[in-house]
């Protein structure tokens, strides 16, 4: 079965500061991939996802991801952070012929000092 | 457009009672999903339903869960004979088809006391 790991649990960064969140996942075959995002007291979102074509996706707010096939990452940045992306963002994968659910990382808790 | 929506959004219950969580997707989207949220397990699928396919139960924890979706469009979640550990947040996401981006619902906070 397919896994996906998020490396940072926790984070916290001032505003301005560049962010990335890592994100590995385990699955040989096709993959779609996402990133989502919980605000506080508020459901997930869609931040930005990867079905094919350009590696580099771009999503709301100015967060990006990459695609790295032969490092099974899709990882996410921002250049320069603001207060009000303190929030908790999941990366997520759905693997071709193996199930059309969503299997999430355990997330990362972001914290942007003003 | 009206995204996702579900109800209740908290329900308190007493070990032992059944619940029913309701879900009704996005207007036209064919897949319809259920997970699970807690501390301790993170997000978790739990079932999804495809058209008039027959579902793919294969996340549910234990028979006590079971879900239905009438006329291809509205779900519920049904809990039997709650136990603590069933306390979570239970999500409800559609998509248009299979494969394509899931959208969430808020969500209804259970709480099994």
């Known amino acids: 079965a397919q896994s996906v790991s998020q490396h940072n649990h926790h984070v916290i960064l001032s505003e301005a500061a560049s962010l990335e969140l890592g994100c590995n996942y385990s699955y040989g075959g096709t993959v779609n991939l996402f990133w989502y995002v919980q605000y506080p007291g508020q459901h997930l979102q869609l931040l930005l996802k990867?079905?094919?074509?350009?590696?580099l996706v771009k999503g709301i707010k100015g967060f990006e991801a990459e695609f790295i096939k032969s490092k099974f990452s899709f990882n996410l940045r921002k250049p320069s952070v603001q207060w009000s992306d303190t929030a908790e963002y999941f990366c997520?994968?759905?693997?071709?012929?193996?199930?059309?659910?969503?299997?999430f990382g355990g997330g990362t808790r972001l914290m942007v000092k003003p | 457009g009206a995204g996702v929506s579900q109800s209740p959004s908290n329900k308190v219950t007493e070990k032992g009672k059944d619940v029913e969580l309701r879900c009704d997707p996005i207007s036209g989207h064919t897949a319809l999903y259920w997970y699970r949220q807690s501390l301790g397990q993170g997000l978790e699928f739990l079932i999804y339903?495809?058209?008039?396919?027959?579902?793919?139960k294969s996340g549910l924890p234990s028979d006590r869960f079971s879900a239905e979706r009438t006329g291809g469009s509205v779900s519920t979640l049904t809990i039997q004979r709650t136990q603590q550990e069933d306390s979570a947040v239970y999500l409800c996401?559609?998509?248009?088809?299979?494969?394509?981006?899931?959208?969430f619902g808020p969500g209804t906070r259970l709480t099994v006391l």
């Open positions: 339903f495809q058209g008039n396919s027959a579902p793919d």
């Open positions: 996401a559609s998509s248009l088809g299979a494969w394509d981006t899931q959208y």
């Open positions: 997520a994968v759905n693997a071709r012929n193996a199930g059309n659910m969503l299997t």
């Open positions: 990867y079905f094919s074509g350009d590696p």
